[in-house]
């Protein structure tokens, strides 16, 4: 059945894919963004669909609106990002959960948190389960997103069990995939810019730390299908690929696939960079049925592609839009 559902962060690299599956399937879609991090060229091809429709709107400001659902994505996510201007991403997971909430009271929608696997912080549990309650300094330099996040899922339970709104919640684990920003400092983003353009590729630290890469269409069906889960389920639930690989050994394969003549440098590690991370997504598969289907080197591939065609158009350069962020 035809839903009318609200994407916040809808022109960002994951809202921008979300919104267009969801149009996809059947469903009128509200884009609303801010445009910190989000850029509408992910989403000026979706313009021409009449159940399109887009909001410049700032989610620390309230907003009205009769959706069904909403898909609550609106956040930076790169570290270089959210560190730009931390206390408005505070603002953002706190504000503007609670103006997002308040609406999805008011209007009686079922309300979907994109929160983060961040929330574990540094874990010290391996991989990570959603009952570990997580390892984070609530003073470093990541706190602004980490412990915004947490308090959006505290937000979230909190009008579930007083308002009993609908709320569903996932962690996300580290996606890639096209529609990344060039720019945004992320390690996948970052090593293929480097790799064609055959500059050098920024390792921090000595490369062993571990992240776990999802590549974004197994995410969107995760998100859906959470989205869609039976009433009594609320989360948080995983989502994310449990492939480990070290930092490395994703700089080996990048330039493997790129056939860059890019050589490898060390840099200092920034403070509180987790050491490993990998999901336990038991509860996914058992709850939603769902797990990952795309190997870290095929979904590089199609991202690769991706930032080819972008340098070729001469569309990798864009302007700084950090300053808006206030
Ligand atoms: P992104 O930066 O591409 O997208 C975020 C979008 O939110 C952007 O379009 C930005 O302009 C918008 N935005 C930011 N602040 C806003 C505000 N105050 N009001 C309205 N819009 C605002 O990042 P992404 O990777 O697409 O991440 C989307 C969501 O998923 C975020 O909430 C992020 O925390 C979460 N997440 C992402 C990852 C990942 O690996 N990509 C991992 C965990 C969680
Ligand atoms: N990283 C790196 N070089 C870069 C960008 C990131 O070695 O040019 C490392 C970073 O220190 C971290 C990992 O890659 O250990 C993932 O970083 P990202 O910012 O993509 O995500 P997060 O740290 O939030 O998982």
Known sequence: ???KILVTGGAGFIGSHLCERLLNEGNEVISLDNYFTGQKRNITH???????????????MPFMIEVDQIYNLACPASPIHYQYNAIKTVKTSVMGSIN???????????????????????????????????HVNPIGK????????????????????????????????????PRMHPHDGRVVSNFIMQALKNKNITIYGDGSQSRSFQYVD???????????????????????????????????QVIELTGSKSKLIFNPLPSDDPLQR???????????????????REGLIKTIQYFENLIRNGEDIFPDQRRTYS
């Open 1 to 3: 059945m035809k839903k």
């Open 218 to 252: 197994d995410l969107l069906e995760g998100m859906i299908r959470m989205m869609n889960s039976r009433d009594e389920f609320h989360g948080p639930v995983n989502i994310g690929n449990p492939y480990e690989f070290t930092i490395k050994e994703l700089a080996e």
């Open 100 to 134: 997002m909430l308040g609406l999805a009271k008011r209007i009686k929608a079922r309300i979907l948190q994109a929160s983060t696997s961040e929330v574990y912080g540094d874990p010290q549990e391996h991989p990570q389960k959603e009952t570990y309650w997580g």
């Open 142 to 177: 990541r706190a602004c997103y980490d412990e915004g996040k947490r308090s959006a899922e505290t937000l979230f339970m909190n009008y579930h069990w007083q308002n009993n709104v609908d709320i569903k919640i996932m962690r996300i684990f580290n996606t890639y995939g």
């Open 46 to 60: 979706l313009m021409d669909n009449k159940y399109f429709e887009v909001v410049r709107h700032d989610i620390t």
């Open 278 to 296: 990998q999901p336990d997504i038991s509860l996914a598969k058992k709850e939603l049925d769902w797990e990952p289907k795309v190997q870290l």
